[in-house]
């Protein structure tokens, strides 16, 4: 057998390739002073000699009666590829491991990168023959974890995201996912497996997705990570290439803690390096009722205790008095700003606040103008209505005229105003199907990350906050591509600490935004004191959300109130 080691900051992962040359197996992985190496328990009698190895990628046709990764069907009708190893390179802190099948002109290639102890994984498929293909299974890698069968997870809802809890496999298969369109609040695609030394995988997706830890019948445990295809599959052109989203793997021999802070540590390295400002944001305060007086009151005395960052909410942009209108319509409000939106920001600075704005650009309101004007942007199936969720409708963002008119007005809104902060909501998720001849998962996250690449590519200085009804985008794809996320909507604090906690176990607390406000709990209805409140908040990056216009002079000056002016 030939092997290849990735190295990393204190542990290893070793791929070999038997010398036949039909697949690639995990040979060892975990910390440096105890690899050892996987041990196969089960026999090939009455199976294949695949359906009982530990295959990094399992194609169908090469396993048969244990999960597969891919499965490809040609105009033969077949599903089956046979591919074997053609070629390999190990540039430093990389691999790639490429596979042909001669029948079909099929080309697989594994790709691997070590970045501290994380293994970053991902597959690209080419074909290189005469006639079309279909993916009908195209998950992104599956790491065979060596040890332990207790299976950690992330589940939630609205308001009661994050929430942790574990099953254990003695045999069989767990599964979670998203068939939202979007990351979703039920699941995060993350999975841990506890044991003396802690394995944990995520998914760097953040449209519809499925994670499988399934456990056989010799006792091996394997995670499976990818996107989920249409009814239809995705079809694949002559000469196309198709690559999926990165699943990350990562190792430590001090448990779940550990495990978080190499997680913690990666996220870190994709991050941009700068300091967090102290922000204030409108919403609990004023909802829709936004008036530039009343912001300026809140601005003046959200500066007084420290506040580096005002951010006005919802409601500033016409037709938006209520959730029933205005979105996709994002022009100034001139009853709202009467002096304009400029004016409003130069008092701003004045009282020595940047200046932050919320947006929710991948919604359109029925109402509209935009809506009147283009119906065709508005994501339906045809011959049916489109689904109302939140009084509220989306953008066909696989269309490039749709994405442009996002970009365009993003662009031109913080090309306009001095505009430092940018709360990016989305609150609902992605039900039409629309035509499944097309890959509409793919093409709307593709577009979605290459706006946000674009805004700070061209607005740099603008820091992105990622908001989806509380915290149904966050993920890894999200984490690399904003500066913070909105954990959960549930502000309270004792709340907040089940939340905060399940959020930590695979996501840095640089990323994520903490809010102080008045609000009651959903599951704790008890008030808190200030001091515990900011406390709560200070685990994450710190904001402040309640109405500063009703607390009193003891509560807005508090001795120990514990925010300070960043430099």
């Known amino acids: 057998m030939r092997t290849w080691t990735l190295r990393g900051t204190t542990t290893s992962y070793v791929v070999g390739v038997p010398d036949h040359g039909q697949w690639a197996q995990l040979v060892a992985w975990g910390p440096h ?25 399992a194609v169908r046709g090469v396993r048969y009666t244990a999960p597969v990764d891919l499965v490809v069907s040609g105009s033969d009708g077949s599903d089956e590829l046979r591919p074997t190893l053609t070629n390999s390179t190990q540039p430093p802190q990389r691999l790639e491991l490429e596979f042909v099948d001669e029948v079909r002109a099929v080309r697989i290639v594994l790709r691997y990168r070590m970045v501290g102890d994380v ?73 841990v497996v506890d044991d003396d030394v802690a394995y944990g995988v995520q998914l760097a997706w953040s449209g519809s997705w499925e994670m499988s830890a399934d456990v056989d019948t010799t006792g091996l445990v394997r995670i499976q990570a990818g996107r989920t295809s249409s009814s239809l599959g995705i079809t694949l052109k002559p000469g196309e290439t198709w690559v999926s989203p990165k699943a990350v793997g990562a190792c430590s021999a001090e448990g779940t803690d550990g495990l978080a802070r190499v997680f913690h540590d990666y996220e870190r390295a994709a991050s941009r390096k700068r300091v967090p400002k102290v922000l204030y944001n409108s919403w609990f305060a004023t909802e829709f009722d936004i008036r530039a007086d009343h912001q300026l009151e809140l601005a003046r ?17 016409v037709g938006r008095s209520d959730d029933t209108g205005g979105l996709g ?91 430092s902060y940018l709360k990016w909501d989305a609150n609902r ?106 406390h ?20 807005r000056y508090f001795p120990a109130l514990p925010i300070s002016v960043s430099s």
């Open 429 to 534: 998720p992605r039900l039409d199907s629309g035509d499944q001849r097309r890959d509409l998962d793919g093409r709307v996250i593709g577009n979605l990350y290459r706006i946000l690449e674009k805004l700070r590519d061209r607005h740099p200085e603008v820091s992105v906050e990622g908001c989806a009804g509380g915290g149904a985008r966050i993920d890894l794809a999200m984490a690399s591509r904003v500066d913070t996320l909105w954990p959960s909507d549930n502000t309270a604090p004792l709340d907040r600490l089940r939340i905060q906690e399940g959020f930590r176990t695979g996501f840095a607390p640089h990323l994520m935004s903490s809010w102080v406000t008045d609000a009651e709990g959903t599951h704790d209805g008890r008030e808190r004191s200030l001091d515990f409140r900011f």
């Open 119 to 191: 293994v970053e994984r991902w597959v690209a498929v080419r074909n290189d023959g005469p006639d079309e293909l279909v993916l009908h299974r195209h998950d992104s890698a599956g790491f065979v974890v060596p040890g332990g069968n207790t299976v950690k997870y992330l589940w939630g809802e609205w308001n009661s995201e994050f929430q942790q809890a574990s099953v254990t496999l003695p045999r069989g298969r767990f599964t979670i996912g998203s068939a939202q369109g979007i990351t979703g609040h039920s699941y995060s695609p993350y999975l």
């Open 33 to 57: 002073d105890g690899l050892a190496p996987v041990v196969v328990a089960g026999t090939e009698h009455f199976v294949p000699r695949a359906d009982v190895e530990p295959l990094e990628y």
């Open 536 to 555: 709560v908040a200070m685990a994450g990056v710190l904001g402040i959300g309640a109405d500063l216009s009703r607390w009193t002079d003891d509560q």
């Open 301 to 317: 005395r959200a500066a007084g205790i420290g506040v580096e960052t005002f951010v006005v909410d919802d409601g500033w942009f």
């Open 329 to 419: 319509d994002w022009e100034v409000d001139p009853a709202r700003f009467p002096g304009g939106l400029d004016a409003f920001i130069g008092q701003l600075k004045e009282i020595g606040l940047d200046f932050g704005l919320w947006v929710e650009p991948e919604s359109v309101s029925p109402t509209s103008q935009l809506a009147r004007e283009h119906p065709e942007w508005i994501l339906r199936t045809p011959g049916h209505d489109p689904i109302l969720i939140r009084n509220q409708l989306l953008l066909d963002l696989s269309r490039d005229d749709v994405a442009e008119f996002i970009w365009s007005t993003l662009d031109r809104l913080l090309s306009t105003y001095d505009i």
